[in-house]
């Protein structure tokens, strides 16, 4: 190869390091072109790699005769090179650290809506005004409240206790169920008469309402300690009287024991009522 000045050599396409230490024998004989230009890159890159030439670390044996068969072959040595953080990541095949940002520490998204008014609005450019808070007026205001009556007004509550309530159907020979809520026996204020009104959990629609009259008889259901059977012959519940079969059933043993205690003495009470009002009537 020509050592001509001003004609750099050419670099192969072969990796300096790996031929200096596979290679053995390389060192001991004379170089050739090739091996020239190969000892003059890797001078070069051994350069760049070590910063200063106070390095304590020993230089590579191949190093020292490519350095002696370039000055042998009448070719100046490189000036050091000053090495930089990018050349020091591209030597082992990455790029240079990028420096972060001050705007991405702040959170200032370039790209971000407000970042584009403001930028408008410094550009004087005419910035579309934000959307109003629009608040809109009812049309019917509903000042009053409205009570709605439950004809349990002027009513004296003696008993109450949650159960589920049963109807027999005739035609279909089998029990349907009327509601769940809280089963409720009622005394009127003047004339004394109780009956049992019993209303759905949620919904308040009476699924019972009828007075505890002498001829009711409360009997056990077949097979339950919790549970009671009676006829009601003018139930109210559905707006006309009709006469109804209903079994009614508690929680336990006791709860239903205190509704028989409750619907008995309330019966009681109203047999005297009854044959009170019937004396009058007739007289």
């Given amino acids: 190869m020509s050592s001509e000045a001003g004609t750099e050599p050419r670099v192969e396409e072969t990796q300096p390091f790996e031929i200096l230490q596979t290679t053995d024998e390389t060192t001991a004989t004379e170089p050739t072109t090739t091996d020239a230009a190969t000892s003059e890159v890797a001078v070069t890159e051994s350069a760049v790699a070590e910063p200063t030439a106070e390095s304590t670390a020993e230089p590579a044996a191949g190093s020292e005769v490519a350095a002696t068969e370039l000055t042998a072959a009448g070719s100046e040595p490189k000036e050091d090179v000053p090495v930089t953080s990018s050349a020091v990541f591209s030597m082992f095949g990455g790029g240079a650290k990028k420096e972060k940002n001050h705007d991405e520490d702040r959170g200032d998204n370039s790209g971000s809506a407000k970042a584009q008014r403001d930028a408008?609005?410094?550009?004087?450019?005419?910035?579309?005004?934000?959307?109003?808070?629009?608040?809109?007026?009812?049309?019917?205001?509903?000042?009053?409240?409205?009570?709605?009556?439950?004809?349990?007004?002027?009513?004296?509550?003696l008993f109450k206790m949650r159960a589920k309530l049963f109807r027999f159907i005739k035609e279909s020979n089998e029990w349907k169920e009327r509601g769940t809520g809280d089963v409720r026996l009622l005394k009127h204020k003047e004339n004394g008469r109780t009956r049992l009104v019993m209303r759905r959990d949620k919904t308040l629609k009476v699924c019972a309402n009828h007075y505890i009259v002498p001829d009711m008889k409360l009997a056990p259901n077949v097979g339950s300690d919790r549970s009671w059977v009676w006829n009601a012959a003018a139930d109210v519940s559905e707006g006309e009287p009709e006469a109804v079969t209903l079994a009614i059933r508690f929680a336990n043993s006791d709860n239903a024991n205190e509704f028989k205690d409750a619907f008995l003495k309330a019966q009681k009470e109203n047999e005297e009522l009854f044959k009170q009002a019937e004396a009058e009537a007739a007289a």
Avoid: C, M, Y
């Fill in 120 to 157: 408008a609005r410094a550009e004087g450019e005419d910035v579309a005004p934000e959307s109003e808070d629009v608040h809109f007026e009812p049309v019917i205001k509903l000042t009053e409240r409205v009570e709605t009556k439950t004809n349990e007004e002027s009513e004296e509550q």
